[in-house]
């Protein structure tokens, strides 16, 4: 194991100050049956980052993910991925969720549940071996080869976030886009992921959901604050001051448990729609 990192800088060599943005939202809106909940988001996420979204529950995050995967389309405005729409870039983005569904009297073992990562590829018929290679080669990435047999079922937590990560590698994707990957997991296993992050952000650039403020603060190289509305800000730049001016708490009160409130900052809200140039429903 190697030592303990002492900064996100330390970590994620900062992005080269020309690295091309690979997620870009502009002017974007998006309501559920007519309510919005995401205003006027305009950022853009620069490749080789590593990039973490927070804000408490019911702030956006989910829907910034979904919208950046293409699976939902803004009301208004636009989402870029590669400088194309998200659906038609969609196999260059790894989704790792926090949980997968699976009956546990089903015995899959984690190899099994990592050649899922291939099936956008072969929904026909049995794998390849070169299939197998690859989820191989993925299990080793997240330090896990010696489990592969093992059923999913019975891994720990932690384990089971490995092999999910290693599902979404199989595809070899470009940007890593993970859902609270360390929402069940204790405090020495949550910095191991994110050492493994830490791995993978040589390669790829990684935008990790986080409900814990206090520990992206020392792994991200960048952080997109959501709460209706949305910035995104170098971690050199972030300040107790910026998070109580979007927050209204401190650091330590952004966390799922704590008193942290969906609110309405300095009334964002209430902003006109910003000049939308052109919706994107492709
Ligand atoms: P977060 O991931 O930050 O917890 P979400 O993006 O999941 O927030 O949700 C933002 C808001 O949108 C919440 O108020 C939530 O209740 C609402 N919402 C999420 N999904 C749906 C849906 N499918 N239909 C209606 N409202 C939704």
């Not at 995967?69 to 636009?78: A, C, I, M, N, Q």
């Amino acid at each position: 194991m190697t030592r303990t990192p002492e900064t996100a800088a330390e970590l994620s060599p900062e992005p080269s100050a020309n690295a091309r943005p690979v997620i870009e939202f502009e002017d974007v809106c998006f309501a559920y049956n007519r309510e919005e909940v995401l205003h006027n988001i305009s950022l853009s996420v620069p490749g080789q980052t590593l990039t973490a979204v927070v804000g408490p529950n019911g702030a956006g995050k989910s829907t910034f993910v979904k919208l950046t995967l293409g699976l939902l389309s803004p009301v208004r405005g636009r989402v870029r991925v590669f400088g194309d729409a998200p659906a038609r870039v969609r196999r260059r983005i790894g989704y790792v969720p926090q949980h997968i569904q699976f009956d546990s009297d089903f015995p899959v073992s984690a190899l099994d549940v990592v050649l899922m990562g291939r099936a956008e590829k072969h929904w026909i018929g049995p794998y390849r071996r070169t299939d197998r290679d690859k989820a191989e080669k993925a299990l080793v990435q997240v330090q896990l080869q010696q489990l592969a047999r093992r059923s999913f079922s019975s891994l720990s937590g932690g384990e089971r976030q490995r092999v999910l990560i290693a599902q979404a590698l199989v595809a070899n994707p470009e940007i890593l886009l993970l859902d609270e990957p360390t929402a069940n997991v204790d405090t020495q296993v949550e910095h191991e992921i994110y050492e493994l992050l830490h791995e993978l952000n040589r390669q790829m650039t990684i935008v990790v959901v986080s409900h814990n403020l206090n520990v992206v603060t020392r792994h991200a190289s960048h952080l997109i604050c959501v709460n209706r509305v949305a910035s995104l800000c170098r971690m050199t730049e972030m300040t107790e001051d910026r998070i109580h001016a979007f927050y209204r708490g401190d650091m330590a009160m952004l966390q799922h448990s704590a008193d942290c409130q969906i609110f309405d900052p300095s009334n964002a809200m209430r902003e006109p729609h910003h000049d939308v140039k052109g919706e994107d429903r492709s």
